[in-house]
Structure formats: structure tokens, C-alpha cells
């Protein structure tokens, strides 16, 4: 039986806090992603009442969830951009633009991005 592929869009693999490319991303008990420092930061802006929020929808969590890396998320954002994690931050910290047509470049080597690759 042949296996489809599933396109995803790339804002999936965005954080919504810094509207940047996912960073250790962490998923929150209301279902949504950020990268962990951004969500951890946000969250310290709430230590004083205790009471957390998700920035997107906005549901209350209590006791602060504790944050684990989403490997299933970090995995699918390494298959869309064709090349390793450390690559990804790399790219991320020098500012590089994300969209499915750049060129990035990865350990001194041209890389054309691609979407997922359903071969995999």
C-alpha cells in the first residue's frame, strides 16, 4: 500500500512568542507549541500570581506545567529543512530567512531548502 505524505505548513514549525523557527520546542497541556526558552520567559512574567497562561489561547495552568522537549515536533522540523537540529539553530541565530525557496548555508555547503520528504 503506498503511504502519502502530509504537507504541513511552515508556520507549524514557528514559534508564536518570538516568530521565529522553533527552538527546543516544548508542546503545554492546551496543545501548543513554543520554543522552551520563550514559553519559560513568558511564564516568569507570571511567577508573582501563580496563575500561567497559555499566549496563544489563553488557558489558565496551574501549578506551572513543567516543560519537556516535543522530540516528535524537533524531528519533524529536522525532516522539513533536509539537515541537522544544530544546523537549524545556527541558521536561527544568524537571522536567516525560513521560507521554503532560501538558500541556506549549512557547514560552508549551499543547501537549497525543501519541503518534507515523503521517501523517508
Request: proline residues 6%; charged residues 20%.
Amino acid at each position: 500500500m503506498a503511504q502519502k505524505g502530509v504537507q504541513l505548513d511552515e508556520e507549524t514549525f514557528y514559534c508564536s512568542v518570538c516568530l521565529d523557527l522553533l527552538t527546543k520546542p516544548v508542546t503545554i497541556p492546551c496543545g501548543h507549541s513554543y520554543c522552551m526558552n520563550c514559553i519559560k520567559a513568558h511564564w516568569d512574567g507570571q511567577d508573582e500570581k501563580k496563575l500561567y497562561s497559555c499566549p496563544q489561547c489563553r488557558q489558565t495552568l496551574t501549578p506551572r506545567p513543567a516543560l519537556v522537549k516535543n522530540t516528535m515536533l524537533a524531528a519533524l522540523i529536522i525532516m522539513h529543512y533536509d539537515c541537522r537540529y544544530e544546523c537549524l539553530i545556527q541558521i536561527k541565530s544568524s537571522k536567516e530567512n525560513l521560507h521554503t525557496n532560501s538558500i541556506f548555508y549549512i557547514t560552508g555547503v549551499k543547501h537549497a531548502a525543501r519541503g518534507p520528504n515523503p521517501a523517508r
